[in-house]
């Protein structure tokens, strides 16, 4: 009878063990969040580990500042985060996000405005993809809020004027009309018009082809022409464009021709001529971060020109 009492406590020892063994993983994957998320009543953005200018939008929907090394996406999984998605242009760092169970979403948008189709877009993957979602530019301030506001409109989530309060606590420039039109000029979007919206939700966005990658170049090059108009700092009418990333992003976007399939395709002297302008747009980048004064970036930068020019003359001109 011992023995079989015996026999019966460890049992129940090892069901009770059992049991607490599956409340405790129960509590883990429940217990969510485990920084509060910031409300829609702060006066100020929050500023948190890695993750700067942190302003909400909605109830499934922050904005911010592009997230700045590990600790950032640890802070982004504490605030329960499931979808990061980028409106900046630069490669976002998918791998690393992934490690903390977070999926990443490229879709760049300008400084002038967001088309109908992005518009959609970036709706659809709000309201599709797990939230909260944290949608980020480079500072945070100006493309980040204008497309959180657009997609607050579009899908009916808050009101205009409460958007354009958001757009100010996020501190979009006065001058961003473009960004600024997208909390009073985006109408809602019906489930039909957000069906026909693309749904490919890529990683790290790719330009597809000769035309988009000749906007591409063309946008950039213009940031750079604004950089150089104001001695090579940073523009009064573009806060958000610093000389480092304007460089860089003319560089990125003639190395991303390089790369394409259509000047892959091409005769060799053409995909000479592109190479010889990713090269210069380098030497440029370079000559930038290496903090060279403005004469010697202005001739750099007559040489990307001069380099564009060449192309053009043999097969655009």
Known sequence: MRQLTSLA????????????????????????????????????????????????YADNLLTGAQPEGEEAFETLAGLGVKTIISVDGSK?????????????????????????ARKAELARAVQELPGPVY????????????????????????????LLERMKLSGTAPNYKGMWACATQTPRLSAAQLAQASNEFPSVYKTSGMVDGMVAIDVENDHVKGIEKAGWKTAEDHPDMFPAKASAGLERALRAMVDDGETKAKDE????????????????????NAGQGPEELSAL???VGQS??????????
């Open 308 to 317: 564009c020019k060449d192309c053009h003359a043999k097969y655009r001109d």
């Open 92 to 116: 976002p760092q998918v791998e690393l996000a992934a490690r903390h169970g977070l999926r990443y979403v490229h879709l760049p948008i300008g400084y002038d405005g967001i088309s109908a």
């Open 9 to 56: 406590v460890a049992v129940l020892l090892a069901v009770a063990a059992a049991c607490g063994s599956v409340r405790t993983e129960a509590h883990s994957e429940a217990a969510g969040p485990t920084i509060p998320m910031p409300t829609m009543t702060e006066t100020r953005p929050a500023d948190l580990p890695g993750l700067h200018n942190v302003v909400r």
């Open 269 to 288: 002297e053409f995909r000479r001529l592109m190479l010889a302008s990713a090269d210069a747009a380098k030497a440029l980048d370079d000559a930038v």
């Open 301 to 303: 930068f007559k040489k």
């Open 135 to 162: 949608m980020h530019c480079h500072h945070g301030k100006h493309r980040s809020a204008g497309a959180g506001a657009a997609v607050a409109m579009a899908l009916g989530l808050t009101d205009s004027a409460t």
